[in-house]
């Protein structure tokens, strides 16, 4: 059973770095392509950014190319979102997420996902 405990969250300015760390158990880590996923409040799931399994290609929302980057220690079980920049609008909670080897429409992933873990909420606050 795939179960992953998301960290790293917490309150910075506009501007200001965080780094995420999401740690995968119940499943082969390294044969699937983790995703990360972000709920900002009254909002739906919106994928933020992705990492393929093996070849490591790496997939980011528009808004946070450039900002964002996402990175993964197979012998550890961990994928990385380091944040740099942040807006306001990178507010919201963070979760990782897996499926399959490859990121081909992981921003549909939450569509078919019916439980989460507990997430790292980031707030972006002046």
């Known amino acids: 059973q795939f179960h992953f405990v998301e960290s790293g969250g917490g309150e910075v300015l506009p501007g200001g770095s965080l780094r995420l760390s999401c740690t995968a158990s119940?499943?082969?880590?390294?044969?699937?392509?983790i995703g990360w996923f972000r709920r900002a409040p009254g909002k739906e799931f919106e994928g933020v950014s992705c990492i393929t399994a093996r070849d490591r290609f790496t997939y980011y929302v528009d808004s946070g190319k450039g900002r964002f980057t996402t990175s993964r220690d197979d012998s550890r079980n961990m994928v990385f979102l380091q944040m740099n920049r942040l807006k306001f609008e990178d507010t919201g909670v963070y979760f990782c997420a897996a499926e399959g080897s490859d990121c081909a429409g992981y921003v549909e992933w939450p569509d078919s996902f019916d439980s989460w873990g507990q997430g790292t909420r980031v707030t972006v606050s002046s």
């Open positions: 119940g499943f082969t880590m390294k044969d699937y392509a």
